[in-house]
């Protein structure tokens, strides 16, 4: 494996072959770190199932390039999150989309400049306590997950989260109250979510406007 200038990465897979993969200017919307003030860059490692030591390999690589603000994991097969991952302080947004991860390590709250987090489609049982240190943290989706009510007590101190994906967690019963009043949240999907009592389906299908009126006039 090799990291060049442009950056590229060529990545020795484990049935023999090379494959190639850049990190490519993010198009069609302007991703900047706030720290580097540098045009994001987009490393995209989806679908490659990599030998846990050459994806850290990669990884190592890719903290050398602090362009990289977007960073895409999705469908690698993934049991644990590497927590080199925390190392990479110009990430903005992450993607993790169906991985077999039950939890997040609590050094993802190192990623200080991190605007998006997508654990879509996993196999969520819990969510680190560390996470309401994200206090960049916009949009966050943790659908398809299997996340219990206490989960989600953690999300209501994460005061700039706009959007929050929930849906298909079908252990979920209660969205906290907190959460539902947060003020800069624009849009909550719970879709699917078959056993959510408060708030109740009816209103939680109707938009974040409604949930917000019933959050101030019912307690639970």
Known sequence: MAAHHAPVWEIPTEDGRVVERKAETVNNEEVRNQRTRRLGRRLDLSLLHLHERLLLDVLRDALTCQSVTVLDLNDCGLNTLPRLISNMESLVRLRLHSNNLKTLPDTISDLNFLERLSVYGNQLESLPRSLYKLQQLKILRLGGNRLQDEDLEVIHEMAGIEELYLRQNYELTIIPRE????????????????GLVAPPWQVITRGIDSIRRYAETHVW
């Not at 959460?179 to 078959?194: G, Y």
Request: glycine share 0%.
């Open 179 to 194: 959460v539902c009043l947060m003020e800069d949240l624009a849009e909550l999907n719970a879709d699917d979510c078959d």
